[in-house]
């Protein structure tokens, strides 16, 4: 796991949010909140993900769904949902966690998280990766 090792402390040690790694070499890195920067990971790197390590500051169901879909094969959460670590476990993915919660909440913390809800109505991570990255579209469009 000395991939997931260099993205835990590389995390750690710049503040980041994100931080993604293969072979040794850092592929990604971002301080973006939420799912943003792992959608751009996504984006940019596409296959290249596979067999990669990531640490990630909150890892809820659809940032696990997303790894899942990715075939990332490592994840470190500091924060981690029940159903996150649930979900990893499902798609063999190994994972690390300092704490676990009931659920992510949304930025203002008055509700559930929308990519949350929206996660668990998902069975697949193919179906998973569409129906996310849709709301993730629709609610940048709404900010701006």
């Known amino acids: 796991m000395k991939d997931l090792e260099v993205a835990k402390a590389e995390l750690k040690k710049h503040g980041l949010n994100l931080v993604v790694v293969k072979d040794g070499r850092i592929l990604f890195e971002t301080r973006e909140h939420g799912l943003k920067g792992l959608f751009e990971a ?18 809820g169901l659809a940032a696990a769904l997303l790894c899942a879909y990715v075939k990332v094969k490592a994840v470190y959460a500091v924060v981690a949902s ?15 966690f300092e704490e676990v919660v009931p659920v992510i909440l949304n930025r203002n913390k008055t509700g559930v998280c929308p990519f949350e809800k929206l ?10 990766y569409e129906k996310l990255r849709g709301l993730e579209r629709e609610l940048r469009l709404n900010m701006t």
């Open 42 to 59: 996504i984006e940019k790197l596409g296959g290249e993900l596979d067999g990669s390590s990531a640490a990630d500051r909150i890892v």
């Open 82 to 96: 029940r159903k996150a670590l649930e979900a990893l476990e499902k798609h063999g993915v190994y994972v690390e």
């Open 119 to 128: 996660a668990a109505e998902i069975s697949n991570v193919e179906e998973a």
